[in-house]
């Protein structure tokens, strides 16, 4: 990767966030978006609830390396990178289900092919307890 091909990957307001965020506000569900205060910073949280939303792209959550997928070049720092990335999801993952948080992530392939799956698993956490 170059760096102009860098400069252009966004980790805020991405498509897929913004599928959801979308299909999750015509729901009338009223959310936070990039929630500093909470550990691992998710897309989105429902902080009465204790819901924390992660948008993953198949690329830097390592969904196609776990698959197999090789890199063509610097292999060595993309598949360091990319396996770090996956233990961090695990390690916040494991903090915010100590504290008591439900988590989900949703693949970037999922929110734009089946959204409406990933907002029945929203309303479903949602409506828990209502």
């Known amino acids: 990767m170059d760096s102009k091909t860098a400069r252009k990957i966004k980790n805020k307001n991405t498509?897929?966030?913004?599928?959801?965020?979308?299909?999750?506000?015509?729901?009338g569900l009223r959310y936070r978006k990039n929630c500093k205060d909470i550990f691992g910073k998710p897309d989105f949280c429902f902080k009465g609830k204790r819901i924390a939303i992660f948008c993953d792209s198949e690329f830097?959550?390592?969904k196609k390396f776990l698959e197999g997928e090789k890199f063509?070049?610097?292999?060595?720092f993309?598949?360091?990178k990319i396996k770090r990335n996956i233990e961090r999801d695990k390690e916040v993952?494991?903090?915010l289900r100590k504290e008591g948080w439900i988590?989900?992530?949703f693949w970037g392939k999922e929110i734009e092919k089946k959204i409406d799956e990933c907002l029945s698993k929203v309303l479903k956490h949602i409506k828990k307890d209502t």
Do not use: P, S
């Open 60 to 62: 830097w959550h390592g």
């Open 93 to 95: 993952n494991e903090k």
């Open 78 to 80: 993309w598949e360091e």
């Open 72 to 76: 063509k070049t610097n292999t060595d």
């Open 103 to 105: 988590v989900l992530r």
């Open 15 to 27: 498509q897929i966030e913004r599928l959801l965020a979308k299909a999750m506000w015509a729901e």
